[in-house]
């Protein structure tokens, strides 16, 4: 009889190719024989969509007892949900979750309340602060090379498959991008690479690393000219309310510009209202039945799953932990030598010079 691992990647190969998931494929397979997380309680607390079953189906071939977990905080897809449930899995909602796991894999630390007897592995930047100052350890993700590959080309390719989607210009209009960290890079690169015009609003001190005009943020006069000037605005900067906080909102309001959201925060804030931004402010993506796509989450997912391997072993001190380089290594290595977005990522890390 077919286990439910099987089962779920049954369902995937019908959708995907197997050279869009090779790295949670690979270790599906080695887990499936190997099962180093037999009998371990662990809470997945990663969105749920059905791009990130694969994930589940890894954790599950390890011989781990798993729990899904829908938080408030983090989307999820409510059909693929209730699939989990009916194939037999336990879902429980955030609020009804009141035991201890041995691991938790979080994401924006919904879950560090709960207890951890082996430690947690967190997703994403801003669910270390967290996890900081905590008794146990965290494996944290966003500290690789890897997570740029969902961040730097996945959130840009999802983007533009939402304004796509929007019916909205690229080629020729003029994008007003506030912040350029990891995602906002490569949304910068891939407008810019479609036609945009880009305009960045980020340090002034720091112009000189950018490729792109550039506003001082705290130049309000240049920043409220820009928005009447533009076709399109997209945040993502990181940070909550920044715009209402910053910038005199009504310029925002009045504006003929798309505002755009991509970041995991609502960055415009109270004074500007959910109508005003393209799906309600929402990170835009999420229109899309797969924000990001499973070939660009495939080596972040295999990674966070590695976080419960390493937990596992019970050799790391307390507080925040980066990924070791050998697993890693590994996971890029897969990328570059199966998955079809290997020249993209090869194109990155020769542009960044990263050594594999």
Not at 87 to 92: A, Q, T, Y
Not at 181 to 186: M, N, R
Not at 218 to 225: I, P
Not at 269 to 297: C, H, M, Q, S, W
Request: charged share 25%; net charge negative.
């Amino acid at each position: 009889m077919s286990s439910i691992s099987d089962i779920l990647i049954k369902q995937l190969e019908s959708s995907y190719r197997s050279d869009e998931f090779v790295c949670l494929l690979s270790q599906y397979e080695n887990w499936k024989t190997s099962q180093p997380l037999k009998g371990l309680q662990i809470l997945e607390g990663s969105p749920v969509f059905r791009n990130t079953c694969p994930k589940i189906a890894s954790l599950l071939a390890a011989g781990a007892e798993v729990t899904i977990g829908l938080h408030q905080n983090c989307p999820y897809n409510p059909q693929v949900a209730g699939m989990l449930e009916d194939i037999g899995l336990e879902v429980r909602h955030g609020t009804d979750l009141k035991q201890d796991f041995d691991i938790i894999l979080d994401c924006a630390g919904a879950y560090h309340h709960l207890g951890a007897g082996l430690g947690f592995a967190e997703l994403t930047k801003s669910g270390e602060y967290y996890y900081s100052s905590s008794s146990k350890p965290c494996f944290c993700v966003d500290r690789s090379i890897i997570k740029y590959f969902e961040d730097y080309l996945g959130t840009a390719d999802g983007l533009m498959r939402s304004l796509a989607e929007k019916q909205l210009p690229v080629s020729g209009k003029t994008y007003v991008v506030f912040g350029c960290g990891k995602v906002g890079a490569g949304i910068c690169k891939r407008l810019t690479d479609e036609g945009a015009e880009v305009r960045l609003v980020e340090d002034g001190s720091r112009r000189h690393q950018f490729g792109y005009p550039v506003i001082d943020f705290k130049d309000k006069e240049s920043v409220h000219q820009a928005i009447k000037n533009a076709d399109c605005i997209v945040t993502v900067t990181g940070i909550k309310d920044v715009i209402s906080k910053s910038y005199n909102a009504e310029i925002f309001n009045k504006s003929s510009a798309y505002l755009v959201n991509m970041g995991a925060e609502d960055e415009y804030g109270p004074d500007i209202p959910a109508y005003r931004v393209l799906n309600e402010k929402k990170p835009l993506n999420f229109i899309l039945g797969e924000p990001t796509r499973l070939r660009y989450i495939d080596a972040t997912l295999a990674l966070h799953n590695y976080g419960a391997f390493v937990l596992m072993r019970n050799e790391l001190e307390s507080g925040l932990m980066s990924p070791p380089e050998e697993i890693e290594r590994m996971i890029i290595k897969q990328t570059l030598a199966g998955s079809c977005i290997s020249e993209e990522v090869e194109n990155f890390l020769n542009t960044k010079n990263y050594a594999v």
